[in-house]
Nanobody, 117 residues
């Protein structure tokens, strides 16, 4: 069964870069037609798709976050990463990694990231 696990610091200071890693088991991130996404949910708000990396290494980002977001991968470790720069308290959210675009979808359990000084 496919499992995704987010990891990284739970507290980030304003103006710094938020970095998270998603470790995938049960599937290869280079599997044909697979897309590996980051989604977040601020407190009291809905889910927000941030971006994704595809099976050939191509990336796409939400227009509202594109200038601050970078998604990359390490295929040898079967991991993909999120970097969100210049964070503010508005970036406080539960961050999820997910496989979206194939059936079935798989989501990690989410990790809380708080931006605070």
């Amino acid at each position: 069964q496919v499992q995704l696990q987010e990891s990284g610091p739970g507290l980030v200071k304003p103006s710094q870069t938020l970095s998270l890693t998603c470790t995938v088991s049960g599937d290869s991130i280079t599997t044909d037609y697979s897309y590996w996404s980051w989604i977040r949910q601020p407190p009291g708000k809905g889910l927000e798709w941030m971006g994704r990396i595809g099976f050939s290494g191509e990336t796409a980002y939400s227009p509202s976050l594109k200038s601050r977001t970078s998604i990359s991968w390490d295929t040898a470790k079967n991991q993909f990463t999120l970097q969100l720069s210049s964070v503010t308290p508005e970036d406080t959210a539960v961050y999820y990694c997910a496989s979206i675009g194939r059936f079935p979808n798989y989501w990690g359990q989410g990790t809380q990231v708080t931006v605070s000084s």
